[in-house]
């Protein structure tokens, strides 16, 4: 069993940052890859960000330059690091975590970020 719980999120104004973070727990093993989603009221969710154990990394154009995406693998944790913000980054934060090997692809509860002035 494995659960994803995530921190961050919360009200900034534009230009501002703010920091995620999603710790996976349970027994983790098989993990591939972690990323954030986010989801526009009526709309569905799109990924932001992700990065596989490897290293590689994938970026929505939207946030390229301005979102940086970490991974500690030593305690399955992943960080989304995002600066610059934009009130069109207003959004519901998923965290992701997909293990392959185990057919698993789990999701975080989602966490609200709000940037407005």
């Known amino acids: 069993q494995v659960q994803l719980v995530e921190s961050g999120g919360g009200s900034v104004q534009p230009g501002g940052s703010l920091r995620l973070s999603c710790a996976a727990s349970?027994?983790?093993?098989?993990?591939?890859?972690m990323g954030w989603y986010r989801q526009f009221p009526g709309k569905q969710r799109e990924l932001v960000a992700s990065?596989?154990?490897?290293?590689?990394?994938n970026y929505a154009d939207s946030v390229k330059g301005r979102f940086a995406i970490s991974l500690d693998n030593a305690k399955n944790t992943a960080s989304l690091e995002m600066n610059s913000l934009k009130p069109e980054d207003t959004a519901v934060y998923y965290c992701?975590?997909?293990?392959?090997?185990?057919?698993?692809?789990?999701w975080g509860k989602g966490t609200l970020v709000t940037v407005s002035s």
């Open positions: 992701n975590a997909n293990f392959p090997g185990r057919g698993m692809d789990l």
């Open positions: 349970g027994i983790v093993f098989g993990l591939h890859v």
């Open positions: 990065l596989t154990t490897t290293g590689r990394a």
